[in-house]
Nanobody
Framework: QVQLVESGGGLVQAGGSLRLSCAAS????????MAWFRQAPGKEREFLAA????????LYADSVKGRFTISRDNAKNTVYLQMNSLKPEDTAVYYC?????????????????WGQGTQVTVSS
């Protein structure tokens, strides 16, 4: 069974940084695209960034481009999201997602596996 477990969330002041991790287990994730989404209360789930597993191609939402960086460590089956210059509007639950594809999807429906989420709160 595929499991994705996020960690690294917490409370940070505006302008600060956090690094989220997503540890994948249950199978070999070669060939899987991994992504990060977030969801704030009362809002739809929002795409943030995606990365292909083998080639390392990346895609970012305009709202986080230049502030967030997605990366992966294939040996550890782990994907990271480095978040810098955080703003109060970045407050949300952050989710990791995975799907076996070479594409970089931006829709939640494009992803098959999801983690349980980790809370990020940015205070002003």
């Amino acid at each position: 069974q595929v499991q994705l477990v996020e960690s690294g969330g917490g409370l940070v002041q505006a302008g600060g940084s956090l690094r989220l991790s997503c540890a994948a287990s249950g199978r070999t994730f070669s060939g899987y695209t991994m992504a990060w989404f977030r969801q704030a209360p009362g809002k739809e789930r929002e795409f943030l960034a995606a990365i292909t597993w083998s080639a390392g191609r990346t895609l970012y939402a305009d709202s986080v481009k230049g502030r967030f960086t997605i990366s992966r460590d294939n040996a550890k089956n782990t994907v990271y999201l480095q978040m810098n210059s955080l703003k109060p509007e970045d407050t949300a639950v952050y989710y990791c997602a995975a799907v076996r594809t070479i594409r970089l999807g931006t829709l939640p429906s494009s992803y098959e596996y999801w983690g349980q989420g980790t809370q990020v709160t940015v205070s002003s």
